[in-house]
């Protein structure tokens, strides 16, 4: 981490509550500032996935039924399309009738959105979330 800076911060005593609460319940490895700094790359992560041409890191898991005639052959072509912007994929069994997949994307924000709305139109895709991370960047 780069040098610290320090500064000070207004704000109403029931905020001020409520944020210590929040602080509280991420446990004893984070204090007021520590807090505060993940709640700021939180805020630059959600500002960076809004910028289309950014480069971004997420995770899009989904749950689909294994009974669906082509679906698994479906979500394969979408990847292979896409391979350059696909680092990883995690496939789970889940039970009998049901699969999990992990899909790790990195690219343009405008892209890994797009390759997500076509994955989760796949017919037979029963769940699916987008999860924005970042590169890192945000130290
Ligand atoms: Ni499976």
Known sequence: MSDLQRFSVAM???LLIQFDNLVARRGLAKNRSEVIRDLVRDALVDEEWDD??????????????????????????IQHEHHDKIISA????????????????????????????AILGVKG??????????TGRFM
């Open 125 to 134: 895709v029963k769940h699916g979330r987008l999860t924005a991370t970042t």
């Open 52 to 77: 289309p041409d950014q480069e971004i890191v997420g995770t899009l898991t989904i749950v689909f039924t294994h009974h669906a005639p082509d679906l698994q052959d479906k979500l394969d072509h």
């Open 90 to 117: 995690m496939h789970v069994h889940l039970d009998a009738h049901n699969c999990l997949e992990v899909i790790v994307l990195r690219g343009r924000s405008a892209d890994i959105r797009g390759i997500t709305e």
């Open 12 to 14: 109403p005593e029931e």
